[in-house]
């Protein structure tokens, strides 16, 4: 059974950085396609940052220039780095993983960000 799990969240002031990780187990497959994605309370998950297999990358608009998503070393892994953190990027940010045509999720890790 595949299992997802991040880490990396917590409390920063604007202007820091925090960086997430993100490793998927229990599969031989390698991973097609890795993503963040963020929620806050009363609004949908939205699409953080994408990579795939091949390494090309997708950001949405508001994270761009500021955050950088890349692979691990290690076998499905995935990290985010988030600079000039603001108080908007607040949310629990979860990991995708879409191994063959299924897509899995972590438990999501709480980022906040303090004016």
């Known amino acids: 059974q595949v299992q997802v799990v991040e880490s990396g969240g917590g409390l920063v002031q604007a202007g820091g950085s925090l960086r997430l990780s993100c490793a998927a187990s229990?599969?031989?497959?390698?991973?097609?396609?890795m993503a963040w994605y963020r929620q806050t309370p009363g609004k949908e998950r939205e699409l953080v940052a994408v990579?795939?297999?091949?390494?090309?990358?997708n950001y949405a608009d508001s994270v761009k220039g500021r955050f950088t998503i890349s692979r691990g070393n290690a076998k499905n892994t995935v990290y985010l780095q988030m600079n000039s953190l603001k108080p908007e990027d607040t949310a629990v940010y979860y990991c995708?993983?879409?191994?063959?045509?299924?897509?899995?999720w972590g438990q999501g890790t709480q980022v906040t960000v303090s004016s």
């Open positions: 995708n993983i879409r191994i063959r045509t299924i897509d899995y």
């Open positions: 990579i795939t297999a091949g390494g090309t990358t």
């Open positions: 229990g599969t031989f497959f390698d991973a097609n396609v």
